[in-house]
């Protein structure tokens, strides 16, 4: 079992920056990728970035792709999401999981966090 939780979501105008962290206090946590995922009201949960147990390969929807950055620290059982050059359509609830493969779908991952709320608006 890998308990996750999410910090680091807020209210930021649009073309700002947040850094979301996801954090487990388990040492298998460097056993898993872990993949982000978002969920505005009123919408279906939609993939956001993923990255593998070692860090060496990352993926990110094209919604995201060269505005967010995904990266891990294992010492510190962690993992970031730094999102910049934000717009009001990335509202959402943002959640991480881990799972055993990076994969942008979201039942393949086994563990979830609660989430952190991300609001964009002037």
């Known amino acids: 079992q890998v308990h996750l939780v999410e910090s680091g979501g807020g209210l930021v105008q649009p073309g700002g920056s947040l850094r979301l962290s996801c954090a487990a206090s388990d040492r298998t946590f460097s056993n898993y990728a872990i993949g982000w995922f978002r969920q505005a009201p009123g919408k279906e949960r939609e993939f956001v970035a993923t990255i593998s147990w070692s860090g060496g390969f990352t993926y990110y929807s094209a919604s995201v792709k060269g505005r967010f950055t995904i990266s891990r620290d294992n010492a510190k059982n962690t993992v970031y999401l730094q999102m910049n050059s934000l717009k009001p359509e990335d509202t959402a609830i943002y959640s991480c999981?881990?799972?055993?493969?990076?994969?942008?779908?979201?039942?393949?991952?086994?563990?979830w966090g609660q989430g952190t709320q991300v609001t964009v608006s002037s």
């Open positions: 999981a881990a799972g055993e493969s990076t994969d942008y779908v979201p039942f393949t991952y086994d563990y």
